[in-house]
C-alpha cells in the first residue's frame, strides 16, 4: 500500500517535473496529472493481467514478478501450490482408505438416507450377489429380499447383529451371513457383513459331537444302573449275579474303549504331524495286526474267519508304531467284525505302480452302499448300528484310520459293492517308505 503511495507520488513529481523541463509552469501542471493518471493505466494493466492469470486457475509461470502485483502474485501462487499438495495428500490417503476397506474380508456397504448404495467394496459384492458398478445408487431393499433383513432394516433398530441366508444359498452349499447396520453422518447407513458359515457348521459339529458323546455314554451307564439297582435290591442266586456282574463288565468296558478312542482322536487332532525321524518296520506291524486278527475272529465269529495275510515286502515307514498300528489293525478288526464267520478276509501290502505303498483289508462281507461312502470317516456315523454295538464298536474307528493315515501324508481309500464286500486301504507316499537296509534287518 505504501509502496503503491510512493510510487505514485513519485510518478506524478516526475511528470510534473519533466513538464516543468519542456514547457515551464504550463508543462508541469499537464505532466503532474498526466504522469499519474499514466501509472494509474499501468496499474489497471497489471492488475487485469493477475486477474486473467487466476482466471486461468493461476498456472505455474507467474504473470507479473516485479512490484506490487508481482508480489500479490507470487503469494497466491504459493498458497494455490500449497492447497493442491494439501488436496493430493488428502487424495491419496483417501485412496489407500478405500483400497484397504476394498481388500478387507468383511464387506462393507454404504447407503445414504434413503437407502441407495453409495458404494461397497468387492467382498459386500460377492455376499450380496450385487455388480459393484451396475449396482450403484439401487435400493438395498430391492437386492438383498430377505425379509429377516428387511424387518430390520426397517426397525432403524440400534446396530445389533442378524445372521441372514446369503443369496446364493442351497440345500446343498449353504451360505450364512451375519449383518450389521451401523448408523453414521446425516442418516446414512453402513452396512457390514461376514461369512459365518464355517462358523455355524463349527458349532453345529460341536453340539452334535457333545449330544453324540453324551447318548453314547448315556447308554452304557443306564444299563449299568439298572444292574446295580437289581443288586441292590434283589436277593440273587450266585450264578445270576456272577452274569449281571459279567454284562456290567462289559458296559464298563464299552464306555472305557468309547473313553479310549475320544483322548486318541484328541490327541491326533492336538499334536503335530509326524516327521521322518522315526522309521518303523513293516514286516512286524503286520505280524502284530495277525495275530490279533486272528484273536478277535476266533472270539466273535464260529467258525473263524479264513484269514490271509500276504507276505509283505521288508520296509519300513517313517511314522509313530502306535498310530500306524493302530489304524491298520481297525481296518482288520472291522472286517472281522462286519464279515459273517468262516468268510475270506485278505490283508496285503503292496508297492503300487507309481511307487507308492498300499496297505490293504478286503472282505467279502456284507459291503456297503454308495450313499454311505462318503460319510463313513464322520465321528460316530455307523451303517449297520446293530452290529457296531454288539461287537464293541465306537463309531470313531474310521475316523481315527483317516486322521492317522493324514498325519503320515497318506490317504484312506475305500472301495465297496453291496453284497460282494469291502477293500479299505491306507496309501502312503514314496518319502515315508524305503526299504530296510539288510544291516538294520
Ligand atoms: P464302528 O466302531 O461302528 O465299527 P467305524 O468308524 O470303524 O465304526 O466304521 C463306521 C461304519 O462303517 C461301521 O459302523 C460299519 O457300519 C461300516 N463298516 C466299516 N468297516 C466295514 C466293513 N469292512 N464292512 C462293512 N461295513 C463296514
Redesign the pocket.
Known sequence: MILGIVTFAVAQVAGGGLGYVLGGMAGAAIGFPAAGMLWVLVDRVQALRVINWLRRDGGRTLPIRRGQWGEIASRVSRLLRNREQLNAESQARLHEFLEAIRESPNGVVLLDAQGHIEWCNQTAARHFAFDAERDLMQLIGNLVRDPAFAAHYASRAPAREIVIQGPDSSPSRPVRLAVQLHPYGAGRRMLLSRDVTMVEQAETMRRDFVANVSHEIRTPLTVLAGFIETLQNLPLEAADRARYLEMMATQSQRMQTLVNDLLTLSRLEGSPPPGTRDWVRVQPLLAQCETDGRALSRLLAVPPHDLQVDPAPDVEIAGIQAELLSAMF?LLS??V???PPGRTIRVRWTVLTDGRHEYAVQ?N????APEHLPR?TERF????RSR?RETG???????IVKHVVQRHGGELRIDSTPGRG?T?SMVFPTSRVRPVLAAAA
Open positions: 481297525n472291522n472286517a467284525r462286519y464279515t472282505d462281507g456284507p459291503g456297503i463313513l456315523y455307523r451303517v449297520d457296531s464298536g465306537t463309531g470313531l474307528g474310521l475316523a469291502s479299505f
